[in-house]
């Protein structure tokens, strides 16, 4: 078994696959719209979905806002280097909310930055 994707509601499917795309660098994997639905799937990610997980954007056509509740945590992504990643993340109009440091109680590198519908993504310094 492995992950496949994860799905995430996003009220306005274009802002969502600019931030995704452009903002963090992920390629538009496949897109269709389900017209009987009134729904269309966007997955994106960093390679191909037969060897990488996605993240299925899911956008409703007469949803234009989703309540988080306060089950939701985050998606990680890894980067070689966390301030520069914020820097560029800040350039591209992304929301950073909270700057590179140590995680609490340990000694990790995080930062948490927001996508437009406010759906938290971590990001970890790997490596030195």
């Known amino acids: ?3 496949l994707h994860t799905m995430l509601r996003v009220g306005d499917l274009e802002k969502s696959l600019d931030f ?6 992920m390629q538009l994997l496949r897109r269709k719209d389900y017209p009987d639905g009134k729904f269309t799937l966007a997955f994106v990610g960093y390679g191909p979905e037969d060897t990488h997980p996605a993240l299925e954007l899911t956008h409703n ?12 945590g985050h998606v990680a992504l890894g980067v070689k280097d966390i301030h520069a990643t914020c820097d560029a993340i800040r350039k591209a109009g992304g929301k950073v909310v909270r700057e590179p440091g140590p995680m609490k109680h340990g000694t990790t590198v ?3 930055i927001e996508d437009p519908d406010g759906y938290r993504v971590e990001l970890i310094q790997q490596g030195s």
């Open 1 to 3: 078994m492995r992950i």
């Open 20 to 25: 995704y795309t452009r903002v963090l660098g």
């Open 61 to 72: 056509w007469d949803t234009s806002k989703y309540e988080l509740g306060n089950a939701y």
């Open 110 to 112: 995080i930062a948490f």
